[in-house]
């Protein structure tokens, strides 16, 4: 992107480019609403975000009810 001096421009060419630029990042937000909204419909991410969504670490044995001695015993 090229660099615009703006100190150069007049008061309707910055007016201008503020247009231009509100409607760009309007443009931008509504891709995203719409990409964050397919998501949700299908289920690849929660309401919470996508880091929510992730699977949650396997428990270990003695998280899954065993007790040391179970453990012991079965080896």
Known sequence: MAKIDLDFLSIEELAAL?????????????????????LLRYGKI?????????????KEAKDAGYSSKDQSAAA
Request: charged share 40%.
């Open 18 to 38: 503020r247009d231009e630029a509100t409607d760009m990042l309007a443009e931008k937000v509504a891709a995203r609403q719409a990409e964050r909204a397919m």
């Open 46 to 58: 929660t309401k919470k975000g996508p880091a929510a969504a992730k699977a949650k670490p396997r």
